[in-house]
């Protein structure tokens, strides 16, 4: 274990301003800073970064902690991992530690080095197999040398324990080989290569380590692709392939493919923008990634309509991000890679600076569903293509062009059209809203009841409210602690994580360890320190003094009555209950049956 006081040292020297200013941009207003959250799209910032207190929170989607919490999520690192990181950030020699995690990754990730080293050699080998995959790499998908080499090409030959005997004379266990996703046990017993006899492509991360392989067969046999499975280094939905190069590109304009090969092929053309998703389909931790990097993305998938449907899903996670987005059509080919080949680059820089933005594409592909020349069709495709501008992404503007055109296609009167139109939007805002109030209920919105004496504390406050209100004040005061310990009856505190929270501050008191977002997160569950980071950075600007504590505690007293109607129902009913006075106390019009 790393010594709390060198943990400590680690946070005190790495402010989170700065760190998290390496990934977000943050503005300042006041004592803190906002940004659009690096882990959920959004377009209005939700994500606070609070300088006093070293940690940050996201109202819209909980993300919260502390800078080693950042570091963590933002990188996918494992705790030791993320405090090594900041130490060398810090300039700090890091202690004498068992780190068994670390140690495993390190070994993983030496591993898929020594892989990828195996199968490019492999490709290079003088044997009618090598020969093969040589042609179909150069002569099939027209790669060159310098390609071959930039992505670490390479080929698994038809050989059950070639990598396996590889592997193992270069020291690693056979456990270790498992792990690793590269080889298999038989119902004997026996390992073996899960690749054989095809193209190998490595799979690498932004930071450069080769963290997985996907392999294609030379011909068309089944199945086509095989890909590393997850494992302590691979999670295939929040990677992207070629990333790692991509990112280096003066361009903010992404070229989002469907395959490895598409990439491959755009980057030889010169369009180093090119990714895939691994895996699949598209993920939301993907988009986030991605919006990491790039501005505007162009979705480039293939004509059939598994690459039309693609299409539509991808739209719809990107709905949320701040990356502009639109669609490439590619005339006469399946996909980037035949077109490229069949046409050449600059007909495809062509067809790449003609793409369709989102609300384009989406009307096109609903108005070939329709057959405009009879009634039914064209009321068909008027209701679809309303209910497509009704989306609040489409502005009022937008809306008023495209029902001038739906008018001219369908021979509808405009004014008609935009009526309904306009319906179906108030339809839309009510929907949307209500949507709003189901989530801000999950998220306990009831913590919003937040009403000091000095503030006019008479009003009601919730039980859960109260305790959360005394999480904040212990965290605010630690002198508090001992009086309130003294005071508080446990047993009055509903949820379950509240009480882990409240027992842990105490903990560290009688251990002359101060509370804050460092030191518990070492010692609550994710639920328990998710509520304490939301009553930390909804108190961030109130000062809870003792007369405030004083009445949180006759609250929860009195409360108790209350607390034991619902003792017997689930968290997210107990949180419903608060919601509706939290929203009565902020004005919110509850929402429409």
């Not at 501050?505 to 360890?513: M, T």
Request: contains cysteine; charged residues 30%; aromatic residues 8%.
């Amino acid at each position: 274990m790393i010594p709390q006081d060198y943990i400590q040292e680690v946070v005190s020297r790495n402010d989170i301003v700065e760190v998290v200013g390496q990934y977000v941009q943050l503005r300042r207003r006041g004592r803190t800073y906002t940004g659009l959250c690096p882990f959920h799209n959004e377009k209005t910032p939700s994500f606070t970064v609070y300088p006093d207190t070293q940690s940050f929170y996201c109202f819209g989607c909980g993300a919260a902690g502390d800078t080693i919490n950042f570091v963590r999520k933002i990188s996918n690192l494992g705790y030791v991992e993320a405090v090594k990181q900041l130490a060398s950030r810090a300039g700090m020699p890091m202690p004498e530690e068992d780190d068994k995690e670390s140690r495993q990754r390190g070994r993983l990730l030496e591993i898929n080095r020594n892989a990828a080293r195996y199968f490019y050699e492999q490709l290079n080998a003088k044997t009618p197999e090598a020969a093969a995959a040589r042609r179909y790499w150069k002569e099939k998908r027209g790669l060159s040398d310098a390609a071959i080499r930039r992505f670490g090409l390479g080929y698994a030959p038809e050989d059950f324990v070639g990598l396996l005997h590889y592997l193992r004379h270069r020291g690693f266990t056979e456990p270790e080989l498992e792990a690793s996703g590269l080889v298999k046990r038989s119902a004997k017993g026996n390992l073996y290569d899960i690749f054989r006899h095809r193209v190998m492509v490595p799979i690498i991360d932004v930071r450069g380590n080769i963290i997985a392989f996907g392999g294609r067969v030379l011909d068309d046999s089944k199945p086509k692709y095989i890909n590393s499975p997850e494992t302590m280094v691979y999670h295939k939905s929040r990677t992207l392939f070629a990333l790692n190069i991509a990112k280096k590109s003066t361009s903010k304009r992404f070229i989002l493919c469907e395959g490895y090969m598409d990439v491959i092929s755009m980057h030889e053309a010169g369009f180093d923008t090119a990714v895939c998703a691994c895996g699949t389909a598209l993920t939301p931790d993907q988009v986030k990634l991605l919006s990491e990097y790039a501005e505007e993305v162009v979705l480039s998938y293939d004509s059939d309509e598994a690459g039309q449907k693609a299409t539509e899903r991808s739209l719809g996670l990107f709905a949320e991000s701040p990356v502009k987005v639109s669609v490439l059509k590619i005339p006469g080919a399946k996909d980037p890679d035949e077109f490229i080949r069949t046409y050449g680059r600059d007909r495809f820089e062509a067809v790449l600076n003609g793409t369709a933005n989102p609300t384009e594409f989406k009307l096109s592909k609903c108005r070939d569903k329709y057959d405009l020349r009879t009634d039914n069709g064209r009321l068909d495709y008027v209701r679809e293509a309303i209910s497509i501008l009704a989306s609040g992404s489409v502005s009022p503007t937008a809306r008023d062009v495209y029902a001038g055109r739906i008018a001219e296609q369908t021979g509808i009167d405009k004014k008609a059209v935009l009526a309904q139109l306009e319906a179906a939007v108030r339809g839309a805002a009510r929907k949307a809203y209500r949507r709003e109030q189901r989530d801000l209920s999950r998220q306990g919105i009831a913590a919003d009841i937040r009403v000091p004496y000095d503030r006019g504390g008479d009003a009601a406050l919730g039980a859960a409210s109260a305790a959360r209100q005394i999480v904040a004040a212990m965290l605010q005061d630690p002198d508090q602690i001992a009086y309130i310990r003294q005071n508080l009856d446990l047993g009055t505190v509903v949820l379950p994580e509240m009480q882990q929270a409240i027992r842990a501050i105490f903990d560290c008191a009688q251990e002359g360890v101060t509370p804050n977002a460092t030191t518990l997160s070492q010692r609550l569950d994710e639920k328990a320190y998710g509520q304490v980071m939301l009553a930390q950075a909804q108190n961030s600007d109130l000062r809870l003094t003792r007369r405030d504590v004083d009445m949180l505690l006759d609250r929860l007293r009195t409360a108790h009555p209350e607390s034991a109607q619902v003792a017997g129902t689930s968290d997210d009913e107990f949180r419903s209950r608060f919601a509706a006075l939290a929203r009565k106390k902020v004005g919110d019009r509850p929402p429409e049956e």
